[in-house]
């Protein structure tokens, strides 16, 4: 989904261009025979860090896959309207808005293990109020902390994973933080049809408290030491992490080397991003964003099971089928995207996209004017499930991707920060509004939709170009040009 799949949002920080020029130089960080001596035996550091981490991603996809199964079963029990559920769905999203833009100078300030440790404080609190809950104001409350603490996960887990990790581990350890997102919300989708939505709201402090068990263990990020002139404490960083027998003298040299040259750069202001020379980055990676949320992805994905009821299937079967297809995609995705391009996925995507709510409209259409009612059912898990796969294939990464490519140095921090903000205010509307749409018209919500993505097309075959094999350098200067 494209939350989680925000969810590389660490693309467009101010600590992305802190390390993109490190990890994108030939020579990694001491040459290709001194990489495989020191993976050899040593990259179990690496390893335990990169799993310690992306337990923050799977609690992201536990947050965002809860409202889901759940909507039933607290409407009933809590006796809530259908605008107080639509509140606690979307809340989530807001509450991530605000943590999206405070994770940045969070994990500036304490670090990247200390905004890991606050995320996963909120999720705590959040998940102990939704538990208790009696009614809707803790029950809203505890869903927007849980929001506050998944917008500074979605934030600070790839950072931290990509300042970690060496050249030939990077990419592979990347798509584990998609994949888990996609896992959390798979698995909350899956153990929520057999589970109260009192006990769901406590599975998500599992993943809580293993990531702040391993935080006590895992070392800091060697680059935001040497950020923060902690000399001593960058150098045992980098060598657990690279292995005690390894010669980490070129590595860190280059670090200290681009921090330098970083600090030296003037700092960007928003007004700054209107410029004409950064004004086609802008619209792209804002576009997309734009396309990517109001496609209706956190509409369906928030509430899927109660699109099953509505279409006359049950509800668990589809639920699951859904959650299964949305991991596999997502990992097949992830092998491809360097292979077949960025532009070439999204408009497959987004055809898809545009097949998947044209299908499920049709089947809420008939079912409206009871017209082949036994096939209604089938149209809708069938659009449900090629909309999810369409989406988990293109338009839940690939923007994220895009954006991180785009945007020149000095301006990748705040330009990075209005396209996340955009995401994440555009994936608050949707999944605010969707009930609503629904109530006004099962098959009008999808129609809308259906139309978005059919614009998204339109602008992606228009507007966006192909990045793949060419270096940020070349990418920036003909978009910028």
């Known amino acids: 989904m494209a939350i989680k799949q925000g969810i590389e949002k660490a693309e467009s920080s101010e600590q992305e261009e802190i390390r993109v020029p490190l990890v ?5 960080y001491g040459g290709e025979d001194q990489s495989k001596e020191s993976s050899k035996g040593h990259q179990w550091m690496v390893y335990l860090s990169t799993f310690v981490s992306v337990c923050g991603s799977f609690e992201f996809g536990s947050c965002a896959g809860y409202s889901s199964p759940t909507q039933s079963a607290i ?25 999206a833009i405070t994770s940045g100078p969070i994990a500036d300030f304490i670090g990247r293990k200390g905004a890991m440790r606050i995320s996963s404080a909120f999720c705590v609190a959040g998940w102990l109020a939704i538990y208790f809950a009696k009614g809707v104001v803790p029950l ?21 994973i990509a300042e ?25 989708f899956i153990i929520g049809t057999v589970l109260s939505w009192r006990t769901l709201a406590l599975t998500g ?50 670090i200290h080397d681009y921090i330098e040259t970083l600090q030296q750069l003037p700092k960007a202001k928003l007004l700054d991003l209107f410029q004409r020379r950064y004004l086609r980055s802008v619209i792209i990676g804002v576009g997309l964003m734009v396309f990517q949320q109001f496609g209706g992805i956190n509409g369906i994905c928030f509430y899927v099971s109660s699109i099953f009821e509505s279409a006359g299937f049950p509800s668990s079967t589809g639920t699951i089928i859904y ?16 292979k077949a391009g960025r532009k070439p996925l999204l408009l497959v995507s987004a055809s898809g996209l545009v097949l998947g709510c044209i299908l499920a409209g049709t089947s809420f259409y008939l079912k409206y004017h009871e017209i082949a009612l036994k096939a209604s ?3 809708a898990v ?10 988990s294939a293109g338009m839940g990464a690939v923007p994220w991707v895009v954006m991180s490519e785009i945007f020149p140095i000095n301006v990748k921090g705040v330009a990075g920060s209005l396209a996340t903000l955009t995401n994440w205010f555009g994936a608050w509307a949707v999944s605010y509004t969707f009930n609503f749409l629904m109530s006004w018209s099962s098959y009008g919500t999808f129609a809308i939709y259906a139309a978005i993505n059919a614009l998204a097309i339109l602008f992606v075959i228009k507007v966006v170009p192909e990045t793949k094999g060419r270096t940020l350098e070349q990418i920036q200067a003909a978009i910028n040009s």
């Open 164 to 188: 970690i990790s060496p050249k030939n581990l990077r990419g592979a350890l990347t798509t584990i933080n998609q994949l888990m997102i996609c896992t959390g919300v798979s698995v909350a």
């Open 24 to 28: 994108d130089k030939e020579d990694g």
């Open 323 to 338: 959650a299964v297809l949305q991991v596999v995609i997502t990992a097949l995705g992830a092998t491809l995207i360097d």
């Open 205 to 254: 402090l599992i993943p809580c408290a293993v990531l702040l068990l391993g935080l006590f263990i895992i070392p800091e990020s060697p680059r935001w030491l040497a950020k923060m002139g902690r000399q001593k404490e960058f150098e045992a960083a980098l060598r657990r992490l690279r292995g005690k027998d390894a010669d980490i003298s070129h590595e860190a040299t280059e």
């Open 377 to 379: 059912p089938i149209l």
């Open 75 to 99: 409407r009933e029990d809590l006796s809530l309207s259908l605008a107080e559920y639509s509140l606690f769905g979307s809340i989530l999203t807001f509450g991530a808005m605000i943590g």
């Open 382 to 391: 069938t659009g449900i499930l090629v909309y999810i796969g369409s989406f």
């Open 140 to 160: 809203d409350i505890g869903r927007l902390a849980t929001g506050y603490g998944m917008g500074v996960f979605s934030y600070v887990v790839p950072v931290f």
